[in-house]
């Protein structure tokens, strides 16, 4: 069956020696512990080889919030995925939003990137969602199936089963306005029954769907209990070790 899993985004926050503190906090909240999920943490490229290898026989896995649409090569300032999995982390965070929105990421690059996370070995955290407008006009359900379509659907059946998915409604990163969880399971059988129309319905019930969007300490446990919301992608709450500890304690 597919496995709960709760994944910090630290985004650009926390210098090296801050997110060294951070993971050695929440490492040591965990030491003694059997969380009922998968726990990652996705940190920023200049801390995963000292992140990953401070966690490295602890319960929390380690991501990289991106990596690149090409495989190596003439491309300054760009980060591999072979270089991700040459530090230690294990997943890679593709297609949020604000990579979407301020780096201008198509459906096309994410593709890319998705396969070359793959060939790689890394598990991808594969985020999809709607704009505030989009669902304004009752559209978010087109938008996430194009978005599936546009970047997923080329895998194999093989490849899709190491995917894991993260939705999360744009209007709700990072704005305190969290959906609810009946809209969260709404949307997450949705996307549920697209992947059984695809890949079949063993496929479809093995892939763990993660909400993302304003989740927190307060609302995990009301979201997480919802039969399709297997876990969450959480931002601004993953950036405090105990806030982050309660959000996996929901589990
Ligand atoms: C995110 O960055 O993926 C996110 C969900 O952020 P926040 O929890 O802060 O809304």
């Not at 030491?31 to 943490?41: A, D, L, Q, T, Y």
């Not at 305190?176 to 549920?192: E, K, N, V």
């Not at 019930?205 to 989740?215: A, E, F, K, R, V």
Request: net charge negative.
């Amino acid at each position: 069956m597919r496995k709960n899993i709760v994944a910090g985004n630290w985004k650009m926050n926390k210098t090296l020696q801050e997110g060294v503190e951070l993971a050695t906090e929440l490492r040591d909240l965990l030491s003694n512990v059997k969380p009922n999920c998968e726990v990652v943490i996705g940190v920023p490229f200049t801390h995963l080889v000292t992140v990953s290898a401070l966690l490295h026989g602890s319960v929390i896995a380690v991501a990289a919030e991106n990596c690149a649409d090409k495989a190596s090569g003439a491309y300054t300032g760009e980060v591999s995925a072979a270089m991700v999995k040459s530090t230690g982390a294990e997943y890679c965070i593709i297609g949020h939003s604000e990579r979407r929105l301020y780096y201008g990421e198509t459906y096309a690059i994410l593709k890319e990137k998705t396969l070359l996370a793959l060939n790689n070995g890394l598990k991808p955290i594969f985020c999809i969602g709607e704009l505030k407008e989009e669902r304004e006009a009752g559209c978010q359900n087109d938008v996430v199936k194009a978005q599936l379509e546009g970047s997923l659907f080329n895998l194999t059946e093989d490849e899709f089963t190491q995917i894991a998915l993260a939705y999360e409604p744009v209007w709700a990163i990072g704005t305190g306005l969290t959906a609810t969880s009946d809209q969260a399971q709404a949307m997450h059988a949705f996307i549920r029954q697209l992947i059984a129309e695809k890949y079949g319905q063993p496929t479809a019930d093995n892939t763990s769907i993660l909400y993302g969007g304003s989740c927190n300490a307060g609302n995990a446990k009301e979201l997480f209990s919802k039969p399709d919301v297997d876990g969450g992608l959480i931002g601004g709450a993953s950036l405090k070790s105990q806030e982050f500890k309660a959000i996996i304690d929901a589990f």
